[in-house]
């Protein structure tokens, strides 16, 4: 008869007590062994000697109280987890353990009851983890987010109630660790904020999509207000089951209070912004109608005056005569003033529709207007150069620029004005230059501004409002005007305004 040895046996026909213990023999990383019912080691696997330090010959008949420290055996806790799992079936622990040579390890500890059918206590099974490493980095991890004072970062249960607290929440917020972990995290939320639901939708969306992020007011334990940025991140396990949440919480009170301060700052310009710009229009209105109402009786003086002179002017002495000269020379000085404070203020009132223009083409218009005499003034602008603009206000701009040219010449030389333009980039550049007495650099901003004038009318003739057409007019077709200038030598105006492609041009 051949004998059968059990090797010889598929697994599941051989003694399967014999193939559990191999299983715990060949099992290094914990120590798994057997008790008597009163705690001495009955069995030693390979697991339990790297563990522990042991050989099996040196242990076995021993108490198991010889793994545990003074302080636990002098609560008597090796007898203390031996009733426990003895009455509940099951003990687990983790603690401070003792090698043979003395060093501690971290154990994670389970111990379970083993009974006959009947309930006879056979023993107990032991199956005890060196969890020392990852204690270790725990502590590590802990001690990191302890040290955080600037940031409250704590972890909240799936339902909201608080599970750890580190320093910076405790800072931040006002509670101990004690006071808090086990409590709704809802308790930082204002009355308004838990009444409308808010703690709920910040779980829910962290939940949903993984992430939360927001600011709003919080509250201390003494109750008082913190602005607060928050971010919640929901913690899943490797089965992707929710764990709870991490929640990290920044107080930005200062930041906010600074942030609304200039928010504030902002509104109060923006509103006094308004009212100028309302108060401005409402001047421009009552200008534009005192303007237009001056013109009635100026037409009055001017048609009386001529009136006079023709049918009494035989009658009056020379003298007299002269006097109605002086009062026509006014009210005609006076028709242009009004007719410019009008342009001014039209030109404010309006939206100019701007279209391709041909500089050369306003250029002309504008020498035809005010009259030029001939040869002064050269024209140096490439055939077809076209801007956007509005026909009627760049012909005048043009106009009042060569006006001023040649009104403020230099006398004993040869007067000379050149208009030129050019391409720049998306722009043209279009440049008034004389050979004109200048204007000193002080006096080169203020010239842009209504009625200011830097010589007396007998010596130049004028209103003062010239520049501040010109400038409005420049800005209303989006373009900048610039001036260089040195007094003795001459000035140079120049307009920047968008150039248009020539094929579009209809100016
Ligand atoms: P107006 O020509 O009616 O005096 P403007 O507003 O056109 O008013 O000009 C304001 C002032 O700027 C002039 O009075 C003059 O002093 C100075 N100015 C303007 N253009 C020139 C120029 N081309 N050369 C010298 N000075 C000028």
């Given at each position: 008869?051949?004998?059968?040895?059990?090797?010889?046996?598929?697994?599941?026909?051989?003694?399967?007590?014999?193939?559990?213990?191999?299983?715990?023999?060949?099992?290094?990383?914990?120590?798994?062994?057997?008790?008597?019912?009163?705690?001495?080691?009955?069995?030693?696997?390979?697991?339990?000697?790297?563990?522990?330090?042991?050989?099996?010959?040196?242990?076995?008949?021993?108490?198991?109280?010889?793994?545990?420290?003074?302080?636990?055996?002098?609560?008597?806790?090796?007898?203390?987890?031996?009733?426990?799992?003895?009455?509940?079936?099951?003990?687990?622990?983790?603690?401070?353990?003792?090698?043979?040579?003395?060093?501690?390890?971290?154990?994670?500890?389970?111990?379970?009851?083993?009974?006959?059918?009947?309930?006879?206590?056979?023993?107990?099974?032991?199956?005890?983890?060196?969890?020392?490493?990852?204690?270790?980095?725990?502590?590590?991890y802990r001690?990191l987010i302890d040290g955080v004072t600037d940031y409250a970062i704590y972890s909240l249960d799936p339902n909201g109630n608080v599970t750890s607290w580190n320093s910076g929440a405790q800072r931040i917020k006002g509670y101990t660790g004690d006071e808090i972990i086990g409590s709704h995290f809802s308790n930082f939320y204002t009355p308004q904020d838990r009444d409308a639901g808010v703690p709920e939708r910040v779980l829910r969306t962290a939940f949903e999509q993984g992430h939360f992020e927001g600011e709003g007011w919080r509250l201390r334990k003494d109750g008082t207000r913190f602005w607060s940025s928050v971010v919640v991140t929901p913690i899943r396990d490797?089965?992707g089951t929710l764990r709870g949440f991490s929640k990290i919480t920044r107080d930005i009170t200062d930041r906010k209070r600074l942030l609304d301060e200039i928010q504030h700052h902002a509104s109060e310009l923006e509103r006094?912004?308004?009212?100028?710009?309302?108060?401005?229009?409402?001047?421009?209105?009552?200008?534009?109608?005192?303007?237009?109402?001056?013109?009635?009786?100026?037409?009055?003086?001017?048609?009386?005056?001529?009136?006079?002179?023709?049918?009494?002017?035989?009658?009056?002495?020379?003298?007299?005569?002269?006097?109605?000269?002086?009062?026509?020379?006014?009210?005609?000085?006076?028709?242009?003033?009004?007719?410019?404070?009008?342009?001014?203020?039209?030109?404010?009132?309006?939206?100019?529709?701007?279209?391709?223009?041909?500089?050369?083409?306003?250029?002309?218009?504008?020498?035809?207007?005010?009259?030029?005499?001939?040869?002064?003034?050269?024209?140096?602008?490439?055939?077809?150069?076209?801007?956007?603009?509005?026909?009627?206000?760049?012909?005048?701009?043009?106009?009042?620029?060569?006006?001023?040219?040649?009104?403020?010449?230099?006398?004993?030389?040869?007067?000379?004005?050149?208009?030129?333009?050019?391409?720049?980039?998306?722009?043209?550049?279009?440049?008034?230059?004389?050979?004109?007495?200048?204007?000193?650099?002080?006096?080169?901003?203020?010239?842009?501004?209504?009625?200011?004038?830097?010589?007396?009318?007998?010596?130049?003739?004028?209103?003062?409002?010239?520049?501040?057409?010109?400038?409005?007019?420049?800005?209303?077709?989006?373009?900048?005007?610039?001036?260089?200038?040195?007094?003795?030598?001459?000035?140079?105006?120049?307009?920047?305004?968008?150039?248009?492609?020539?094929?579009?041009?209809?100016?």
């Amino acid at each position: 008869m051949k004998v059968i040895r059990k090797a010889d046996l598929p697994l599941g026909k051989q003694d399967s007590g014999h193939i559990f213990n191999l299983l715990i023999d060949s099992v290094i990383d914990y120590a798994i062994f057997l008790l008597d019912p009163n705690g001495i080691v009955a069995t030693w696997n390979p697991g339990a000697q790297r563990l522990k330090q042991y050989k099996p010959d040196e242990i076995i008949g021993k108490h198991f109280s010889t793994f545990y420290t003074q302080p636990d055996l002098e609560i008597r806790k090796p007898w203390h987890e031996l009733e426990v799992a003895a009455e509940t079936g099951r003990y687990e622990d983790e603690g401070w353990r003792l090698r043979k040579d003395g060093t501690k390890f971290w154990a994670n500890v389970i111990i379970i009851a083993i009974r006959e059918a009947d309930g006879t206590l056979l023993g107990f099974g032991k199956i005890t983890r060196d969890l020392t490493e990852r204690r270790a980095s725990e502590l590590r991890y802990r001690l990191l987010i302890d040290g955080v004072t600037d940031y409250a970062i704590y972890s909240l249960d799936p339902n909201g109630n608080v599970t750890s607290w580190n320093s910076g929440a405790q800072r931040i917020k006002g509670y101990t660790g004690d006071e808090i972990i086990g409590s709704h995290f809802s308790n930082f939320y204002t009355p308004q904020d838990r009444d409308a639901g808010v703690p709920e939708r910040v779980l829910r969306t962290a939940f949903e999509q993984g992430h939360f992020e927001g600011e709003g007011w919080r509250l201390r334990k003494d109750g008082t207000r913190f602005w607060s940025s928050v971010v919640v991140t929901p913690i899943r396990d490797e089965e992707g089951t929710l764990r709870g949440f991490s929640k990290i919480t920044r107080d930005i009170t200062d930041r906010k209070r600074l942030l609304d301060e200039i928010q504030h700052h902002a509104s109060e310009l923006e509103r006094e912004i308004q009212e100028r710009e309302r108060t401005n229009a409402e001047l421009e209105a009552f200008s534009y109608s005192v303007s237009h109402d001056l013109r009635a009786p100026l037409r009055a003086i001017e048609g009386f005056s001529s009136a006079l002179r023709e049918d009494f002017g035989s009658q009056l002495p020379a003298e007299g005569l002269e006097y109605l000269d002086e009062i026509r020379t006014a009210s005609i000085r006076m028709s242009n003033l009004v007719q410019d404070l009008l342009d001014y203020s039209r030109l404010s009132r309006v939206e100019l529709d701007l279209v391709p223009i041909l500089i050369r083409e306003s250029v002309d218009s504008a020498i035809q207007e005010i009259a030029a005499p001939v040869g002064i003034i050269s024209i140096e602008i490439p055939d077809g150069l076209t801007v956007f603009a509005h026909r009627l206000t760049l012909v005048q701009v043009l106009a009042n620029l060569l006006d001023n040219g040649l009104k403020f010449r230099s006398a004993g030389r040869e007067q000379k004005i050149r208009v030129s333009a050019s391409l720049d980039g998306p722009a043209v550049a279009i440049q008034v230059q004389d050979n004109g007495i200048g204007i000193e650099e002080k006096y080169q901003d203020r010239i842009f501004k209504v009625f200011e004038r830097l010589h007396g009318t007998e010596e130049y003739p004028g209103t003062g409002i010239g520049l501040a057409i010109v400038q409005r007019g420049v800005e209303k077709m989006n373009g900048s005007i610039t001036i260089a200038s040195q007094p003795g030598v001459g000035s140079t105006f120049t307009i920047t305004l968008l150039a248009a492609p020539a094929a579009e041009r209809n100016g």
